[in-house]
């Protein structure tokens, strides 16, 4: 395998950890497991290593955005229903000036009226919703592709 270019933290958010049997309808049967192992995958191809972080937690995701500042050169974030709540999360993205892209399994704007706001989308790079898991997988690559036009600097590890 050549060289790693980039880290990627991807960042999943509340309940995501029941893939697989909440809500098949709306989020499939795709497991978080297999959309970090596909995330591996993609990682590879893309020169690209992948740190993935789940927490029904507001706070440790706040940490985690925090320590990215000194692991990653980018951040890949499904926010769960912190999309729509969490001020925190969108000021810790603002705050440590590393590109994010937001991801959604659904379609937030398909969704019921409260999905349809985002606070995280004024601070990510991008937005990507309604693929199912290939949203992470399209984030990844946009990501990427992103910080090969704009070289990041370099994480202080």
């Known amino acids: 395998m050549s060289e790693l270019r980039y880290s990627v933290l991807v960042l999943h958010g509340p309940n995501l950890n029941l893939l697989g ?3 098949p309808e709306v989020y499939g049967s ?3 497991e297999d959309i970090n192992r596909g995330l591996e995958q993609e990682g590879q191809s893309l020169q690209s290593q992948i740190t993935a972080i789940q927490s ?5 995701l706040v940490d985690a955005i925090h320590a990215a500042c000194d692991q990653h050169h ?5 926010p769960g229903a912190y999309t729509h709540t969490s001020i ?5 993205i603002a705050g440590v000036a590393i590109p994010a892209v937001e991801v959604h399994l659904s379609n937030i704007y398909k969704r019921e009226a409260f999905r349809h706001h985002s606070y ?4 990510a790079i991008g937005q990507i919703s309604g693929f199912g898991a290939e949203s992470y ?3 990844l690559r946009a990501l990427v592709h992103h ?6 600097r370099s994480p202080k590890n």
């Open 137 to 139: 997988r399209l984030g």
């Open 21 to 23: 049997r909440r809500e």
């Open 88 to 92: 925190a999360i969108r000021d810790a």
């Open 120 to 123: 995280i989308a004024p601070v």
């Open 147 to 152: 910080l090969s036009q704009h070289p990041p």
């Open 30 to 32: 795709v497991t978080l």
């Open 56 to 60: 029904n937690h507001e706070g440790a």
């Open 74 to 78: 980018g951040i890949l974030i499904n």
